[in-house]
């Protein structure tokens, strides 16, 4: 079978992953269209990538052409690529499939990787959940086809569950990470090392693997334990900000488990 | 050398990972006692491990004991044993050392692992920092040397700080594992599964290996997406829960990052 033909447009973290993830399989011919030419040093040396210091209107060579720009810039760079023949594709979790529908008749969908990109980490991109939507059964299988070149997996959704999905990960991933980043900053306050808790971050995201967090939950606001809450609100006291998450967790772990 | 002779008091979730962490070196002998023998099923197999169903007095043959049990029960476990000849130290995050030392004259600490605990979870020991506090200079090499042997790290630290570091192991572990059970519920409820999340709670979890958490914060909060903000909180109408914590989580974002 002849290798799919891929543009990738924006080279933005979102953009720069994306073309690791696809250049992977020999099965896909990746071209990736950057208007500034940022970050394309770091891609520079990959095989099967091709790298275009261009976004304007594509030719139309492309089997898949994936919008890997802002949220907000979706629409206008589909409505500039509206006559290409090729199925066009946003990643966006909050947005609408409709935000392409409305400005092509046919062929076009969502590709969303449901994961958090930073540009230098590396990724086992075969273990990233991608969830997809497609206007026909054709093009799903297309989009189908391109994720399992890279041995990941398809999750078919609707934007409204994809957007679910998509508040979810804020919350596990933005939030969590707020939380290691705000204990960061308080025990760098105090002259502690933040580094010692990098064990038991990992141990409490790689427990969740093993049983459902709901079940699994400890600390001194699931046993009710009231006196140690006092000390830690009062450790609290010149940091509001944290208190007051403090507080708000603390009485959302008691209703929770006070009501089962 | 002669192995160390170690009692270990109490078999709940602490006292099990105490026993399986220590009695992996061959120079420690481990005594664990429990009094109701919960859980002494778990850990019948292990070598250098004797399990005596008692909790009373304890005879003088130890070179340390670890009272592996609650926080309010220290001083009283602590007190049955006055007179022992052992190194008596408690492992709990936010007692302070005095819970001993009002009711020893000497060889009394303190042997805190960061880490969490659950019963069937297999860890790697080493890779917790144990923080330690003695009454002597001589004291802080025994329990240091007890450390070593497993080939984990120590930390000598005040009470005080002790108690920073356990207020920040609540805000990282539960309060975390509290984002993830609420997702998981809120999931369930709109029949969507929370599986998919798992690589990205465990890239977040590890992405702060390699950058500090304050500087890879992303999502909307961060950005100032307002429109994607107020879609979110509407989403959460009928949850009323989750829909204070994303309000607050998404101030103190706000907050921090406008801050700088």
């Known amino acids: 079978m002849k290798a799919i033909k891929l543009g990738i447009i924006g080279s933005g973290n979102l953009g720069v992953h994306l073309c690791r ?19 394309t040093g770091l891609i520079n040396d990959l095989k099967n990538v091709v790298i275009e210091i261009d976004q ?7 089997d898949v052409l994936i919008l ?15 006559e290409n023949g090729a199925l ?3 990643a966006s979790g909050s947005t609408d499939i409709s935000a392409i529908g409305a400005v092509r008749e046919k062929d076009y969908g969502v590709i969303y990787p ?11 991109y075969a273990d990233i959940p991608f969830l997809i939507e497609a206007d026909s059964v054709r093009n799903l299988a297309l989009i189908t086809r391109l994720v399992e070149l890279i041995g990941a997996k398809v999750h078919i959704m609707s934007s409204e569950n994809r957007r679910i ?23 760098t306050s105090k002259d ?3 580094d010692l808790l990098l064990p ?16 699994i939950q400890t600390g001194p606001a699931k046993r009710g334990d009231k006196q140690t809450i006092e000390r830690h609100l009062y450790m609290l006291k010149e940091n509001s900000d944290l208190k007051k998450i403090y507080h708000q967790m603390t009485l959302s772990i008691e209703a929770l488990y006070r009501k089962r």
């Open 56 to 62: 304007g209107p594509l030719t139309n060579e492309y």
């Open 88 to 90: 066009v594709l946003h």
């Open 68 to 82: 890997a720009v802002n949220d907000s810039s979706i629409q206008d760079v589909a409505a500039q690529n509206k």
């Open 165 to 187: 999905m998509h508040l979810s990960a804020v919350i596990v991933n933005n939030f969590s990470n707020h939380l290691y980043a705000l204990s960061e900053l308080f025990l």
């Open 21 to 39: 993830a696809f250049s992977s399989s020999n099965d896909i011919d990746v071209t990736l269209f950057s208007r500034s030419g940022q970050n």
């Open 114 to 124: 449901l994961q958090t990109f930073h540009i230098e980490n590396e990724l086992t």
């Open 200 to 215: 038991l971050i990992n141990e409490t995201a790689n427990g969740i693997g093993q049983r459902r967090p709901s079940e």
């Open 192 to 194: 502690l090392p933040f």
